[in-house]
């Protein structure tokens, strides 16, 4: 069974540029979450979706990030414009049951901004 | 709010030495517990859980048990390997509603040496 797959794997771009990161999650998982996870640290939610419906958005600085699931399978997360601090391990992970904790990872999208 | 705190690494250990990460949680209610592993090259996967007091999870050797008393959920393993070198993060979750999402600690890189 094919686990979670991202892309881009890295990326390097220049500051105020988009980029955008696309998963796709474990066939029949409902759930699917972005994390970013800065350089020594712990990764920290995003987004949560349940299906096509974004559940949990409060830590989504919504300014520059958006996210979207269409379909309820793929998802894609979108930066505009990136900023230095952008730059991390952006991780999406998905999971049959959203309340159990039992995520599933991908390897992540590196974002490196210049 | 809800946290995790664990032992700063790295920590380098000779093969077949017993190894134990701290990790102590601050959280309301009656979080599940998780261990996750970072392999190199690879994306967090779930080593192991615990859902409720004094419950201890186990797997590939390494067991952790949910202390209640001392919020504390420690990971151990008798006789380590060189390829449990690895970055280990110990998490917590709130089952229920919008809360149904993991909260890492900073993780604590292994290195088994031969």
């Known amino acids: 069974e094919a686990g979670v797959v991202q892309s881009p794997r890295y990326k390097i771009i220049e500051k105020k540029q988009p980029v955008a990161f696309w998963c796709n999650p474990i066939s029949g998982h409902n759930t699917l979450y972005w994390y970013l996870q800065n350089l020594g640290q712990g990764p920290e939610l995003l987004i949560r979706?349940?299906?096509?419906?974004?559940?949990?958005d409060s830590q989504l600085p919504k300014d520059r990030f958006s996210a979207e699931r269409l379909k309820g399978v793929d998802s894609t997360l979108k930066i505009q414009p990136a900023e230095l601090g952008d730059s991390a391990v952006y991780l999406c992970a998905s999971s049959l049951d959203g309340d159990t904790g039992e995520l599933f990872f991908g390897e992540g999208s590196r974002l490196t901004v210049l | 709010g809800n946290s995790v705190t664990q032992m700063e690494g790295p920590v380098t250990l000779s093969e077949e030495a017993f190894l134990t990460i701290n990790c102590t949680y601050t959280?309301?209610?009656?979080?599940?517990l998780f261990w996750y592993v970072q392999y190199p090259g690879e994306g967090l996967q779930l080593l192991l859980k615990a859902t409720k007091a004094d419950d201890k999870g186990s797997n590939k050797g390494f067991e952790a048990t949910y202390r209640k008393e001392t919020t504390s959920f420690h990971l151990e393993k008798g006789s380590v390997q060189v390829s449990d070198s690895a970055v280990y993060f110990c998490?917590?979750?709130?089952?229920?509603?919008?809360?149904?999402?993991?909260?890492f600690g900073k993780g604590t890189k292994l290195s088994v040496k031969p």
């Open positions: 979706y349940e299906n096509e419906e974004a559940v949990d």
């Open positions: 998490a917590l979750n709130r089952p229920g509603g919008s809360q149904g999402n993991l909260i």
């Open positions: 959280a309301t209610g009656y979080p599940s």
